[in-house]
Every structure is written in C-alpha cells, then in structure tokens.
C-alpha cells in the first residue's frame, strides 16, 4: 500500500492551502488517516486524524482554521483544507495510514507514511 499526496506550497500569512492524500488501497473501519507536520528542528505532531468511521480529530492549534474531510464512496482520500494560515504553519505535511482501535493525535509507529509536502507561510 501507498499513500500519495497533493498540494502544498507557499501562501501569505492568512492564505489558505488544501493537502490532499489518497491510498491506494480501501480504508477499512479499523484504518485511521491523518496528516501530521515537522517543522525544522522539531517533532513531528498531529494536525489532524480521520477515524474509519469519518469522525475528524483536531489538534488544538487547528482553532477551527483547518478542516479535514474524506470520500466515502472508496473512503481512499482525504483532504485537509487549511485557511487562516500563519508563518508557524510552515511545515513538512505528511499523510499516514495505521490501524487502531481509537484513532487518536498520538503519531502512529504502525503506520504507512507519504512523503511529505511542503507548506511554508509567508508574514
């Protein structure tokens, strides 16, 4: 299984970006997905998680500004629609897929990884 992932790239300060992550195979009840970021220097966190069942998870610095959804059709997609972006958003993005019981903010260690894209935030 792959994960692949779209968009990305540089905005001004209150601009918006969408990612965008599909897998190649179906997402099962079980399967969480998610985007996380490393900004240099630091851990990688949790922006945002999709549980099986599309049920969203946000990290407490999203503040109602990004907004994560995924296709229910093959449920392989998901997209983080990010707005009201600040210089502190500037991050490798990078899309996982891992089976849990509870898909949580904690980064998974079972997980597939993509290969990140970049979103860097301009003042």
């Known amino acids: 299984e792959q994960l692949s992932e779209s968009g990305g790239g540089s905005v001004q300060s209150g601009g918006s970006l969408q990612l965008s992550c599909s897998s190649t195979?179906?997402?099962?009840?079980?399967?969480?997905m998610g985007w996380f970021r490393q900004a240099q220097g630091q851990e990688r966190e949790a922006v945002a998680t999709?549980?099986?069942?599309?049920?969203?998870?946000y990290n407490d610095f999203v503040n109602g500004r990004f907004t994560l959804s995924r296709d229910d059709d093959f449920r392989t997609t998901i997209k983080l629609r990010m707005g009201s972006l600040r210089p502190d958003d500037t991050a490798m993005y990078y899309c996982?897929?891992?089976?849990?019981?509870?898909?949580?903010?904690?980064?998974?260690?079972?997980?597939?990884w993509g290969h990140g894209t970049q979103v860097t935030v301009s003042s």
């Open positions: 996982a897929k891992w089976t849990s019981s509870e898909c949580s903010l904690q980064t998974p260690t079972n997980s597939i």
């Open positions: 195979m179906y997402t099962y009840s079980r399967d969480c």
């Open positions: 999709i549980s099986g069942d599309g049920r969203p998870l």
